[in-house]
């Protein structure tokens, strides 16, 4: 990376002449067609496509399956196999399901979770607001009074918007309020905002007259706050994914008032994919939760006015680990062996200056998700071929509805999927057999990974119980 860093710098010293600002915008179970610049044919969101038609859009860009996972690797720069939080946190697991989950951290600490701090070293002033959720709690706003917590983080500013008292909108307004705040506090100097959404999560909370505005399109209202796959679309979420557009609207005109537009790097993304209950990710596989496309496919887009090409499109598959080495790249902020990072560098892709290096991208999912119909996996991607190992059981969904719990058939013993996206992006042929060398070398590649992070791997499970094998702990 460090080389990366050299190369970027004597190729385009004009790029590094100042520090931008960056804001980091990060939607929560998102899925990667929610947008109209992505193709949503239900809803328009013109502030988020504006965005697009500003700046460069991701068609391949991915996080991690689940909330806690992408969150770690997005303040960490690495990948959950290294960091140890690999599921989302204090998610009970089944007592009696054939593999026993591998143990997960229960947090991820100030010393793992180094990208703010490094912002803040390298001279950024460095602000928060939203959901928090990769330790001891679930929002920014309830450990604000813990004195020197988010200090120990790197952050300067935690927002205090508060979910619990604003139901009505799943606090987007309020995070919004945050963030405008601590930019007009800030403007005279570098900055980093990361603006942590509980939208569109369940539970489906939006504005009313946004509900109504879509129940009056022809839209069925939800009935309940948790929503159901046979109600999709529903007028609840697309009020979600209205009213967020909207304030991502109001954040960006805060920055032209403010005459910051351009020398703010601009980024939004999600979490993971679309919930299936709620939205429909076709025509790719799945969704939250999954390891198929829909569940680790999200959007992307990145507007740097005068850097990055208006218009633009990008099919190389990036990560959510790549931000820290390029928020790191643009703060001048070389890495250290202390911390070795997992991503890579954007900024050749943003500039259109250069291939990445890398070969392939991985992920560990060493648990139970039995709502997503998801059993021990890990998965590696390189170049157009994705393979997927089930450790020890698989859940065939055949036939099942994303409402079903568990969802999916129970089917024992290890499974290896290999699909070529290009060709198969839906992940439908299952080329395993077929291609047994190509299985081979990927099983060979991801093995080699998982050794060098020390990934932590399920193990048989002696209390295996075919009849109760998906009760979790908390239901006993």
Not at 205 to 211: F, G, T
Not at 256 to 264: A, G, H, I, V
Not at 361 to 389: Q, S
Request: glycine share 8%; proline share 7%.
């Amino acid at each position: 990376m460090l080389r990366t860093l050299l190369f970027l710098f004597a190729l385009c010293p004009s790029i590094f002449a100042a520090q931008p600002n960056i804001l980091h915008i990060l939607a929560d179970d998102m899925g990667w067609n929610a947008l109209s610049c992505y193709g949503n044919k239900d809803l328009q969101t013109p502030h988020l496509d504006r965005l697009a038609a500003q700046g460069m859009r991701f068609t391949q860009a991915y996080a991690d399956a689940q909330c806690s996972p992408t969150r770690a690797a997005f303040l960490s720069g690495q990948y959950g196999a290294r960091t140890g939080v690999f599921k989302v946190l204090n998610e009970k697991e089944p007592s009696f399901a054939p593999m026993r989950s591998a143990e997960a951290k229960d947090a991820l600490g100030p010393e793992t979770a180094t990208l703010a701090t490094t912002l803040r070293q390298a001279g950024y002033t460095t602000g928060i607001s939203g959901k928090w959720h990769i330790a001891n709690n679930y929002a920014v706003a309830a450990l604000r009074k813990r004195k020197g917590y988010f200090d120990s983080y790197g952050f300067d500013f935690a927002g205090p918007a508060n979910g619990n008292e604003h139901h009505e909108d799943k606090t987007v307004t309020a995070i919004t309020d945050d963030i405008i705040g601590f930019i007009e506090a800030n403007r005279s100097k570098p900055w980093f905002a990361f603006v942590s959404h509980f939208s569109p999560h369940t539970k489906l909370e939006a504005p009313e007259a946004l509900i109504a505005k879509h129940v009056t399109r022809g839209f069925k209202r939800s009935a309940n706050d948790e929503g159901s796959s046979t109600e999709r679309p529903i007028a609840n979420y697309l009020a979600m994914l209205e009213h967020l557009d909207n304030e991502v609207g109001r954040l960006l005109t805060k920055l032209d008032e403010l005459k910051l537009s351009d020398n703010t790097l601009v980024i939004f993304t999600s979490d993971n994919g679309g919930l299936s209950r709620v939205t429909n990710n076709a025509p790719l596989r799945e969704g939250k939760g999954s390891p198929y496309e829909g569940g680790i496919r999200v959007p992307l887009l990145v507007r740097w006015l005068g850097k990055v090409k208006a218009g633009s499109e990008c099919d190389v598959p990036v990560h959510t680990v790549d931000f820290y080495p390029t928020f790191a790249a643009l703060a001048h902020a070389p890495p250290t062996s202390a911390h070795p990072l997992d991503g890579e560098n954007l900024l050749p892709l943003l500039t259109q200056t250069g291939p990445l290096q890398r070969p392939a991208l991985f992920w560990h999912m060493p648990t139970y998700t039995t709502n997503y119909g998801r059993t021990p996996c890990a998965v590696i991607r390189e170049g157009d071929w994705k393979l997927i190992h089930w450790f020890g059981d698989y859940l065939d969904t055949t036939g099942f509805t994303p409402d079903d719990k568990p969802y999916g058939k129970l089917v024992v013993g290890p499974r290896t999927e290999v699909f070529n996206l290009r060709e198969d992006p839906n992940e439908t042929h299952n080329l395993a057999t077929d291609r047994p060398k190509k299985t081979t070398h990927l099983t060979n590649a991801l093995n080699a990974w998982l050794k060098r992070t020390k990934a932590k791997l399920p193990t048989p499970n002696p209390d295996f119980n075919e009849k109760r094998w998906w009760i979790s702990a908390s239901k006993e």
